[in-house]
C-alpha cells in the first residue's frame, strides 16, 4: 500500500528512532524512502549581518546533506532505495511540500525532538502535520515506541485500536491501519478493533422518547452502532483483501468524553499478557462541518494526551496551499 514514505529528521537521535519503523514498513511494503531536513534561519534585516546570515544558512545546508548522507549509507537502509533532500524554510510547511513533490503516501516522524537552530520541539511539528498533510502520518513514541518484528516475541497478538464515529470520512484510516498492522505484525496474528464511541443521552430526551414512542432511544443507538460496525466489517471482509493474521474486531463503548474513551479503551490490556494496544489509528476529520470541528479537537487531544503511537489520517479534502523553497537534492535510487 505504500510506495514512497517520508522521513522528516532534524539530527537529533530522538527524531532517528522513526528510522527504524519506517525502513521496517518500506521492506515489508517494497517502498523507497526519503529523508528530509530543514533548515530554518532567523532573519535579521540588518545589512551588517547579511552576509553573516547568508553563511550561517550556507553551513546549516551542508551539515544537513553531510548527515543525511551519512544517514542514507547507513545499514539499517542500505536495500532501501533513499534519497535525501534538504529544504529551506519551515519544518511543516516542508513536509507537507516534499509531499507533493515527491508523492509521498506516508510520513513516519517521532513527536519528539528539535528543528532547525530555533529550537523548535519536534512534537508541534508533528501536530501541525497531522492536521494539514494529505497522506497518513505515524507518530512514533520516544518513550512508548510501536513494536514490530521479532520485538513482538513474546506477545500474544499486535493490536490495533480505530477509532471511527459512523462516517465514511472516518472510515479513510480503516485500510492504512490494517496494512501498518500486516507490516508490524507479520508473521504474527494481528486484531483491529473498530471502535467507536457512543455519547449518553440526556435524562431528558431519554425521557420523552420513553413517554411517546414507547423505547429505550439509548439502547436502539447502541443496537444501530453494533450493526453499523458490524456491516464496516463485512464491507471489508468482502472488499479488502485482508491480510493473513489480521482479525477485525467491533467494540462500542460509552462515554461522554469520546478523546478520554479512546484513549482508555487504546491504553486497557485487551490481553493478559500484554498492557495495551501497539497503535491508535483516527481521521482528523468527522462527516459534516459542524463534526469536522468537533472530531479534530478529540484528534488534536488524543495526539497530545496518549502514550500510543498513532496514525492520522486526514479524509480527502481542500488542501491548503504550502510552500518551501527546495535546495539541490541527492538522489540514490
Known sequence: M??????????????????????????????????????????????RTLGMMERIQELEEQEARKYLDRIKGSTLLARIPTTIQVYVGNASLAILDAIK??????????????????????????????????????????EH????????????????????????????????????????????????????????????????????YHFDLQTMIQQQTQTYLQDVIQRLEQTARLPEGIKLVSNAQNGADAAQEIIRYAEKS??????????????????????????????DRILTQTKLPLLIVRPPMQEESAQATPVSPNTSL
Open 101 to 142: 513533490l515527491h508523492d509521498i503516501d506516508l510520513v513516519v516522524l517521532c513527536s519528539h525532538g528539535y528543528t532547525g537552530i530555533k529550537n523548535w520541539a519536534l512534537g508541534s511539528v508533528a501536530q501541525k502535520v497531522a492536521r494539514a498533510c494529505p497522506v497518513p502520518v505515524l507518530i512514533q513514541r520516544d
Open 145 to 212: 515506541p510501536l513494536l514490530y518484528g521479532d520485538e513482538l516475541i513474546g506477545q500474544s497478538v499486535f493490536q490495533v485500536c480505530v477509532a471511527l464515529d459512523g462516517s465514511p470520512q472516518a472510515e479513510a484510516v480503516i485500510e492504512p491501519a490494517i496494512a501498518i498492522a500486516a507490516a508490524c505484525a507479520s508473521p504474527h496474528q494481528a486484531d483491529v478493533h473498530l471502535l467507536r464511541i457512543i455519547e449518553p443521552l440526556s435524562s431528558s430526551n431519554e425521557e420523552t422518547f420513553r413517554e411517546i
Open 2 to 47: 505504500f510506495k514512497r514514505i517520508l522521513v522528516p529528521l532534524d539530527g537529533s537521535p530522538r527524531a532517528e528512532q522513526a528510522l527504524a519503523l519506517a525502513a521496517h514498513i518500506a521492506q515489508a511494503n517494497h517502498s523507497s524512502m526519503y529523508l528530509l531536513q530543514s533548515v530554518e534561519i532567523i532573519n535579521i534585516y540588518n545589512m
Open 270 to 299: 485487551h490481553d493478559t499478557r500484554q498492557p495495551s494496544c501497539q497503535l491508535l489509528a483516527m481521521t482528523t476529520h468527522g462527516r459534516d462541518k459542524l463534526e469536522r470541528l468537533f472530531f479534530g479537537s478529540i484528534a
